[in-house]
């Protein structure tokens, strides 16, 4: 398994933008899928957004089509979510987790997970 650590949440207004990231402490974290979950409080935990091991693939949920950019760094064991245009139903937990077929589909099973970083909108 490979240790995860998110950073980079915080309060930001409607409409605003967040970048959050995702440290990896594995060399081998260019061979993972990658995906990042939020879960709100009192919801289920959700799918965001996933990326192949190559970032050749990402894949994003509807809610977040067009708003939120999944992206890895490989060399510096690193992946990404910039969140723009945030919306008040974006506040949630989010997390960033690893799967090890590498292709980051919402359907793997990621077994690698970070503690997650709070997210906060204001409006």
């Known amino acids: 398994q490979v240790q995860l650590v998110e950073s980079g949440g915080g309060l930001v207004q409607a409409g605003g933008s967040l970048r959050l990231s995702c440290a990896a402490s594995?060399?081998?974290?260019?061979?993972?899928?990658m995906g990042w979950f939020r879960q709100a409080p009192g919801k289920e935990r959700e799918f965001v957004a996933g990326?192949?091991?190559?970032?050749?693939?990402?894949y994003y949920a509807d809610s977040v089509k067009g708003r939120f950019t999944i992206a890895r760094d490989n060399a510096n064991n690193t992946m990404y979510l910039q969140m723009t245009s945030l919306l008040p139903e974006d506040p949630a937990v989010y997390y960033c987790?690893?799967?090890?077929?590498?292709?980051?589909?919402?359907?793997?099973?990621?077994?690698?997970w970070g503690r997650g970083t709070q997210v906060t909108v204001s409006s």
């Open positions: 987790a690893a799967e090890a077929s590498g292709y980051g589909f919402p359907s793997r099973t990621f077994r690698s």
């Open positions: 594995r060399r081998t974290f260019s061979t993972y899928g």
């Open positions: 990326i192949s091991w190559s970032g050749g693939s990402t």
